[in-house]
């Protein structure tokens, strides 16, 4: 199931000058298919818990499962994450860059071509499966990044700003989009920003951190008509 549950969690980053308390004793559970944004100023630790929930950082307290198991280490097929830079490789073309997750784990080509165009299908870039990122737009860049994101089908998906880099049309145009996939998927999807009306145009609930260090201050529940 796509259920995530934080439990007490915190983090202290070691740098050579010294530490840093990321985050503070954070608990919330996210049921499955709902859609979640955390929202914070900078600094407030939204990257290093969305990290943490996907695997790339451990925790230093408390415990996160994503459908009632532990995550040791990142897992594409449990759980898909789209930064905000999308990160492609430019030497690959959109059909390959979604393929990758995929090919390292050995699937079959033909399967891997399928599954590819069925995402890109999915975030409207269907037909642009042998482009390369440097003749997409930004947005079209960030699709090709959630298709990545969503080729194995995890039942949660983590967005790290994935627009804040858009132009601000742009940036409506693909939270509709995300929108829309939600609507079809019903992944459940936790959705990081600094936008606060990104959040409320976006999500069911939002939760809400301060800073220095990071702290679960409130969980709002938004009840707006959907586009
Ligand atoms: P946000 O995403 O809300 O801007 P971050 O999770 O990026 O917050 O950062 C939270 C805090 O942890 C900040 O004080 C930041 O400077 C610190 N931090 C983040 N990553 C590292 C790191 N790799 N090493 C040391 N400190 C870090
Ligand atoms: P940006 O605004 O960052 O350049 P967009 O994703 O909005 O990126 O796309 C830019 C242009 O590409 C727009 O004119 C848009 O209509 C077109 N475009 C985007 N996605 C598609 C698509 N799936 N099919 C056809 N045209 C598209």
Known sequence: SGAVEVTNVGHVYETASGTTEALTDISFRVETG???????????GKSSLLMMIAGLVQPTRGT???G???????????????????????WLTARSNVEFPLSLRHVDHKIRRER????????????????HPHELSGGMKQRVALARGLVQDPPILLMDEPFAALDEQTRLTMGDEV?????????TIIFVTHGL??????????????SRPG???????VDLPRP
């Open 215 to 221: 702290k679960l201050v409130d969980r709002v529940s």
């Open 34 to 44: 709902r859609f979640i944004s955390i929202v914070g100023p900078s600094g407030c």
């Open 179 to 187: 929108l829309r996939i939600w609507e079809r998927t019903r992944k």
């Open 197 to 210: 009306s990104e959040a409320i145009h976006l999500s069911d609930e939002v939760l809400v951190l301060t």
């Open 64 to 66: 996160i499962t994503a």
């Open 68 to 90: 009632g198991r532990p995550l040791v280490q990142p897992d594409p097929t449990r759980i898909g994450v789209v930064f905000q830079d999308a990160s492609l490789y430019p």
């Open 116 to 131: 590819a165009e069925e995402a890109l299908d999915l975030v409207g870039l269907a037909g642009f499966a042998d482009k």
